[in-house]
């Protein structure tokens, strides 16, 4: 497995940034996301449930807004109007999302703890896929 790219992002709704060098989980999931993709609406409304419902502190949950696909949002309304909860980070218009060769949103990330990229599930992936995919990871 390779190495996660390491990023410093700024973070919606609070006037902090966050790095994935502060990533300490059993699986960090990142997941890249625009406003305006049914898919990621999609997306969104699975995560926030797994949010809301997860019990474990062995998962660290990052959304990314990719802001330079999705100039036009203020992401902060977006988020207050959908009721998500879920911590929200926004690119530097596509640098991270360039990073991890994402070629569409959203692209879910699944790195283990030693901040390798162990699975990316793409626009049509499930969240049950990516749920065996954490899984596979806890159990390791």
Known sequence: MKQAPGFTLPMARKDMEWSL???????????????????????????????????????????????GRDPKVDVNVFLEKNGYTF???????????????????????????????????HDKATIMEIMKGVASILEA
């Open 21 to 67: 060098e502060e990533a300490n989980k059993k699986v960090t999931m990142i997941s890249f996301w625009t406003s305006w993709c049914p898919d990621s609406q999609r997306d969104l409304q699975a995560k926030q449930m797994l949010y809301q419902s997860m019990e474990t502190d062995q998962i660290d949950m990052y959304m990314i807004h990719v802001t």
């Open 87 to 121: 911590p929200v980070l926004k690119d530097n218009g596509t640098k991270v999302y360039d990073l991890y060769q994402c070629m569409g949103v959203p692209t879910t990330v699944l790195l283990n703890e030693k901040k390798e990229v162990a699975f990316i599930y």
